[in-house]
């Protein structure tokens, strides 16, 4: 876990009172939520939750209704990705937009190739490649040269996730990282997950799995039905009153007040 203590720093992404619609269908409400550089925050909920709304709104996929969002301490409007992308925001997809027919290298840099007059540089890209991987200590690739069709899902991962860093990121989001991924490789990914967190980057972890969480993120933000029912620090919780935070908008005294959380559950 990370040494920083909430409150030692301000947040490196801070939303509040974030409001998003789609015709009649309130999707988001109110919603606050913190990412600190240097911590992994993961982002749980039920399917419908709103999680990946919030997650494309921050991207510059869809608009806030209404709402602050502050990035680096200053207020910012985002009006599309590329908005999102030169303020050092990236977002790795679960289907990660991987090429199967391209190399590692050309994967990396797709959409973004350095060229060297009308041509590829293929040596600057393959370079910055391995630093980057290098960086991450990723050991796990034969070649970088090596097509993505050929590697594990491990793998594959890793190299969406590299992709996300090459850019001078400040904060990356993972949807759903380790979700087709068997036990080695699932363990392969999460310390990659840290390690994005040691380099000072924020990062938002949305996931399902509670092992997950439990094993790398340093707080935790619950959704339950479009509003944050509790943002809390891992150390703090343990696993069953999550799950009550995400189905029930309520733990203890943690949470959505009663009456609250019973008109959310009848919306």
């Not at 602050?68 to 289907?95: C, R, W």
């Not at 944050?228 to 007040?257: C, Y």
Request: proline share 3%.
């Amino acid at each position: 876990m990370s040494k920083a203590s909430e409150g030692q720093q301000q947040p490196l992404l801070s939303l509040r009172g974030i409001n998003k619609s789609f015709g009649a269908v309130h999707v988001l409400r109110d919603v606050d939520f913190d990412v600190r550089p240097g911590e992994v925050t993961a982002l749980v909920g039920d399917n419908g939750a709103g999680k990946s709304t919030l997650i494309k709104c921050v991207a510059g996929i869809h608009p806030f209704d209404s709402g602050e969002m502050v990035f680096e301490g200053s207020p910012i409007t985002i009006h599309g990705p590329k908005d999102a992308n030169a303020l050092g925001i990236e977002i790795v997809y679960q289907d990660l937009a991987l090429c199967d027919n391209l190399d590692v290298v050309h994967n990396l840099f797709l959409g973004r190739e350095i060229r060297s007059g009308i041509t590829l540089n293929e040596t600057e890209m393959e370079k910055r490649a391995g630093e980057t991987l290098k960086s991450l200590s990723v050991r796990t690739l034969r070649s970088l040269r090596q097509h993505v069709s050929s590697l594990s899902g491990g793998q594959r991962q890793t190299v969406a996730i590299a992709r996300a860093v090459l850019w001078n990121s400040k904060l990356v989001i993972l949807d759903e990282p380790t979700a087709a991924l068997g036990v080695a490789q699932t363990e392969q990914v999460l310390k990659l997950v840290r390690r994005l967190a040691e380099q000072g980057l924020g990062v938002v972890l949305i996931t399902h799995n509670m092992n997950d969480v439990f094993q790398v993120a340093d707080s935790i933000a619950c959704l339950f039905l479009g509003q944050m029912a509790a943002q809390v620090r891992t150390k703090d919780v343990n696993n069953t009153q999550v799950i009550e935070l995400i189905t029930a908008g309520r733990s203890g005294d943690i949470g959505l007040r009663p009456a609250e959380a019973a008109a959310v559950g009848t919306v």
